[in-house]
T-cell receptor, first 111, second 114 residues
C-alpha cells in the first residue's frame, strides 16, 4: 500500500525564522498532496495542498514544493509566529480518493 | 469546504460496551471517511463510508468491530463495539466533495475505555 514518510518528527525554531518539513511518498500514481495543521484537542485543518501538475504553490507565509521525480514534497513556513506551533501532517492520495498521512511533525516556535 | 459537526467530543466508557459517534456535514459530499488517531500518533484510515451500501474497510479493521452507517450524503456514524482499553483513541471523520478537493475533518471524539 501507500507509504508516506515525514521528517523531522520534532522541530524547534526561533520566532521569525523559517521552518521546513519534508515528506516522501511511495506510490508514483499519487497526484494530490495536502498539508494539515492540528492543534491540541482539534481535528486536522487543511493549510495548503498541491497537485502533481505544479511544482510549487504559495499562500502568504506558507509554501509547498513538489518533486515528482524524487517523490518528495516539502512545507515551508516563513517568518514563523507563536501561533504556528502545532503538529503538522503531510498526506498523499491513493486508491479511490483515500489519503495516507505522514507520521507528523511537532513544530515549536520559540519566542 | 464543507463543515463537519462531530459528536460526542469525548466520552469515557466501560469495557464491553459500545459507543456510536456521529458526523453531520453541512452540505452534500461525495465521500466520507473514518480515521483513528492514537495519542501522539498519525491518522490511520479505518474505512470509507459509502452512501446506501456497506462501508469499505482497510486492512486490520472489520465491520463487526467498527460498524458504519451512511444513510445519506450528509451523515455518517461509526460504532466502536465491545470496547477494550486498546480502543482508547481519538476517532475522526472526514469528507471530500470528490476529485481530491476539500478534505475536511471533524473535531474528533476522544474515547477512553476503562
Amino acid at each position: 500500500g501507500e507509504n508516506v514518510e515525514q521528517h523531522p518528527s520534532t522541530l524547534s525554531v526561533q520566532e521569525g525564522d523559517s521552518a521546513v518539513i519534508k515528506c516522501t511518498y511511495s506510490d508514483s500514481a499519487s497526484n494530490y498532496f495536502p498539508w494539515y495543521k492540528q492543534e491540541l484537542g482539534k481535528g486536522p485543518q487543511l493549510i495548503i495542498d498541491i497537485r502533481s501538475n505544479v511544482g510549487e504553490k504559495k499562500d502568504q507565509r506558507i509554501a509547498v514544493t513538489l518533486n515528482k521525480t524524487a517523490k518528495h514534497f516539502s512545507l515551508h513556513i516563513t517568518e514563523t509566529q507563536p501561533e504556528d506551533s502545532a503538529v503538522y501532517f503531510c498526506a498523499a492520495n491513493f486508491g479511490n480518493e483515500k489519503l495516507t498521512f505522514g507520521t507528523g511533525t511537532r513544530l515549536t516556535i520559540i519566542p | 469546504s464543507a463543515v463537519i459537526s462531530q459528536k460526542p467530543s469525548r466520552d469515557i466508557c466501560q469495557r464491553g460496551t459500545s459507543l456510536t459517534i456521529q458526523c453531520q456535514v453541512d452540505s452534500q459530499v461525495t465521500m466520507m471517511f473514518w480515521y483513528r488517531q492514537q495519542p501522539g500518533q498519525s491518522l490511520t484510515l479505518i474505512a470509507t463510508a459509502n452512501q446506501g451500501s456497506e462501508a469499505t474497510y482497510e486492512s486490520g479493521f472489520v465491520i463487526d468491530k467498527f460498524p458504519i452507517s451512511r444513510p445519506n450524503l450528509t451523515f455518517s456514524t461509526l460504532t466502536v463495539s465491545n470496547m477494550s482499553p486498546e480502543d482508547s483513541s481519538i476517532y475522526l471523520c472526514s469528507d471530500t466533495i470528490g476529485g481530491n478537493y476539500g478534505y475536511t475533518f471533524g473535531s474528533g471524539t476522544r474515547l477512553t475505555v476503562v
